[in-house]
């Protein structure tokens, strides 16, 4: 996969989660909807990177992947037994363990992303530059 596709695919997952964060604001609908996005998008997100998964070189990142992945897992599993509307037809009970379970994984999933991300950070900092860098030198030509 191209960079900027990579690069579209790591903001709308990014955008997702903000707005996941916000269900009082958008309702149970769209919290559950722009779950099963985010979770596609970061399934298709480890597709495209499992060469880096296998490289355990930089451990801090391996343990912060890891980390990221469980929290994904708990807060999906969880998210589905709790739901209101895409999968109310498993008929689970409410829990408020499982409501504690997905809140926790859930805040857990935010803060590893945002690590990731910022891991990412110079890697995404040297994609911006070298594009803007390509347009200057095409408006000079």
Same mark, same amino acid.
């Given at each position: 996969?191209?960079? =900027? +596709? %990579?690069?579209?695919?790591?903001?709308?997952?990014?955008? #997702? &989660?903000?707005?996941?964060?916000?269900?009082?604001? @958008?309702?149970?609908?769209? $919290?559950?909807?722009?779950?099963?996005a985010f979770t596609v998008l970061a399934v298709v997100h480890l597709l495209n990177n499992k060469a880096g998964l296998k490289n355990v070189?930089?451990?801090? %990142?391996?343990?912060? +992947?890891? &980390?990221?992945?469980?929290?994904?897992?708990?807060?999906?599993?969880?998210?589905?037994?709790?739901?209101?509307?895409?999968?109310?037809?498993? +008929?689970?009970?409410? +829990? =408020?363990?499982?409501? @504690?379970? $997905? @809140?926790?994984? #859930?805040?857990?999933?935010?803060? !590893?992303?945002?690590?990731? !991300?910022?891991?990412?950070?110079?890697?995404? #900092?040297?994609?911006?530059?070298?594009?803007?860098?390509?347009? @200057? =030198?095409?408006?000079? =030509?």
């Open positions: 996969m191209k960079t =900027e +596709n %990579r690069i579209v695919l790591d903001y709308a997952m990014l955008c #997702a &989660l903000l707005i996941m964060m916000v269900k009082l604001m @958008t309702g149970a609908i769209v $919290h559950e909807s722009l779950g099963v070189r930089k451990k801090g %990142r391996f343990v912060v +992947n890891i &980390l990221l992945l469980l929290a994904l897992t708990s807060t999906v599993v969880s998210g589905m037994m709790l739901s209101v509307s895409l999968f109310r037809f498993l +008929n689970i009970p409410y +829990n =408020e363990v499982v409501y @504690t379970i $997905h @809140t926790s994984s #859930a805040y857990a999933l935010f803060l !590893l992303s945002l690590t990731h !991300l910022a891991m990412h950070g110079k890697a995404i #900092a040297d994609f911006f530059r070298k594009r803007k860098q390509t347009k @200057t =030198e095409g408006i000079h =030509e």
